[in-house]
């Protein structure tokens, strides 16, 4: 604890002077701002384990100063405690809607102090332990699984390769153009897999930061039916099963970012034709309401037990063994981690041999 780096920032120069002195003698590094524009610069250098922060100051007040901080992805977590001479009520509560941690009032005892101080860099440094565990989490999860969904479509990248390099001389035009869309198809197969380890690795770092959950939330995407039915149209293409692909679409509007409404889609239809057979049909159906718009994608294909549908999650790769087809973790773990992140629903329900239905809802977009 001792070491911490705390910006005391107050127009009282007497005050702000005794507290940083105070909290010196206790073992911490003190820096100091007469107000919160100084701060601001302060902070635009170097980033400080905690600021006490007066609440009426000239230039920028402590309550301006805080919405600033709570803006940046660098600063949003640092620990914020207000020094004011004002009494409680209105003041303390819009404080705390801004993301204060706590409120002392002037005079306060020097113990009372340095115990909110330790108290929240405490919860601070547990805060940072579990972040480092989440990642290597995530490290590990990708570092055991990528080599195989990456062998998968290098193998058959690196084979035709070499077919092509051999037996070119000895091919006519038709067959030297086969296996360039051969190789073409398992280079896109490639592209997308390492886009959907990226894209993962992003939504777990998101999930991790409050501000910038809120500020995804707040952006919207249409849910076009035209849109919506070309781009599930392409991935039947890509299966080579476009008449399996049934569709009945509503119009709406809901809080997504409006790439990863293309994300959702594409998953859930892709997960469909992956693990259903030619011929039998892929129903892709959605309805809006006042409250949510709800998608459905069903197919008819080999299903899932009750185990494996608990054990969605990043990476599984179910009865891989008999089964060639990469199975429907990757994908079904990016659809449910994005509609966790706009606070939607996410249900998957299947009976082996019978096929699955995955729904998904999210918040409508009220007009305003």
Not at 90 to 119: C, F, N, Q, W
Not at 142 to 167: C, D, F, N, W, Y
Not at 261 to 268: C, M, P, Y
């Amino acid at each position: 604890m001792q070491g911490s780096k705390i910006l005391v920032v107050d127009d009282e120069t007497a005050f702000r002077e005794l507290v940083a002195l105070a909290l010196e003698m206790e073992g911490f590094i003190v820096e100091q701002a007469a107000n919160g524009e100084e701060a601001l610069n302060w902070v635009a250098e170097s980033t400080p384990d905690l600021i006490l922060c007066d609440v009426a100051m000239p230039r920028l007040s402590g309550h301006e100063l805080l919405a600033e901080l709570r803006k940046h992805e660098r600063t949003e977590r640092v620990p914020f405690i207000f020094l004011t001479g004002q009494s409680a009520g209105e003041d303390l509560r819009h404080g705390m809607h801004l993301g204060a941690d706590d409120y002392l009032t002037k005079p306060v005892k020097l113990e009372d102090l340095v115990s909110a101080i330790k108290v929240r860099l405490e919860k601070k440094e547990r805060w940072e332990r579990y972040s480092e565990v989440q990642l290597e989490r995530l490290r590990q999860r990708i570092s055991g699984s990528v080599p195989h969904e990456i062998r998968t479509p290098l193998t058959a990248l690196l084979g035709l390769a070499e077919l092509l390099q051999g037996e070119a001389d000895s091919m006519d035009r038709a067959e030297i153009k086969e296996l360039a869309g051969m190789l073409l198809q398992s280079g896109k197969r490639l592209h997308r897999t390492l886009e959907k380890y990226i894209l993962y690795s992003q939504l777990e770092m998101i999930a991790m930061q409050e501000g910038q959950m809120a500020a995804l939330r707040k952006e919207s995407a249409e849910f076009s039916s035209t849109k919506l039915k070309v781009a599930a149209a392409h991935i039947a293409a890509l299966y080579d099963r476009p008449g399996d692909l049934k569709m009945n679409l509503e119009e709406g509007r809901v809080h997504l970012y409006p790439d990863h409404l293309t994300v959702i889609l594409e998953e859930l239809v892709d997960n469909a034709f992956k693990f259903s057979t030619p011929g039998s049909p892929v129903v892709v159906r959605s309805h809006a309401d006042e409250r949510l718009y709800s998608l459905v994608v069903q197919d008819s294909g080999r299903g899932m037990t009750a185990e494996q549908i608990r054990e969605i999650g990043a990476f599984m790769q179910f009865e891989r063994e008999h089964f060639e087809q990469q199975g429907p973790g990757m994908g079904l773990t990016i659809v449910k981690k994005l509609i966790e992140i706009y606070g939607g629903t996410f249900d998957v329900r299947s009976e082996k041999g019978m096929g699955t239905t995955l729904s998904m809802g999210l918040p409508i977009k009220s007009e305003a």
